[in-house]
């Protein structure tokens, strides 16, 4: 491997670093004030996490399976799943503005909202 091979890798995971920061900060809002638990496109249950003192665990079991969501100061979490990937469980803690967690199998949605900030375009 020559020096410019070195030169064009370190280059390349410099840009692929940059843009994981660029698409962080641009693509996903500030802080989220709210969790939302969706089963089926309903609203199952809503949060807003200026009340959440301690950690919240949510048990959800319908007829698609069962769950358990995690909440905690500033952040939201999935802990366990009955779903057979496991998908879900595997992200992690949300904690941004329009971040949000699918459970496909089991049609469970837990999205973090923010502020309002108005409309962010008009299409005609």
């Known amino acids: 491997m020559t020096r410019a091979d070195k030169a064009i890798m370190i280059g390349m995971m410099l840009i692929a670093l940059i843009s994981m920061f660029?698409?962080?900060?641009?693509?996903?809002?500030?802080?989220g004030t709210n969790v939302i638990v969706e089963v089926d496109g309903q609203l199952y249950a809503k949060y807003n996490f200026n009340n959440i003192t301690s950690p919240k665990s949510i048990e959800i079991n319908t007829r698609y399976g069962y769950n358990k969501v995690e909440i905690d100061k500033n952040r939201a979490r999935m802990?366990?799943?009955t779903c057979p990937d496991q998908l879900c469980v595997q992200q992690g803690w949300i904690q941004k503005a329009n971040e949000m967690i699918v459970?496909?199998?089991h049609r469970l949605v837990v999205k973090?909202?923010?502020e309002d900030a108005g409309v962010d375009g008009v299409a005609y």
């Open 22 to 31: 660029v698409v962080n900060i641009f693509f996903y809002g500030p802080a």
């Open 103 to 105: 459970c496909l199998p």
């Open 112 to 114: 973090i909202t923010g």
């Open 79 to 81: 802990v366990e799943s």
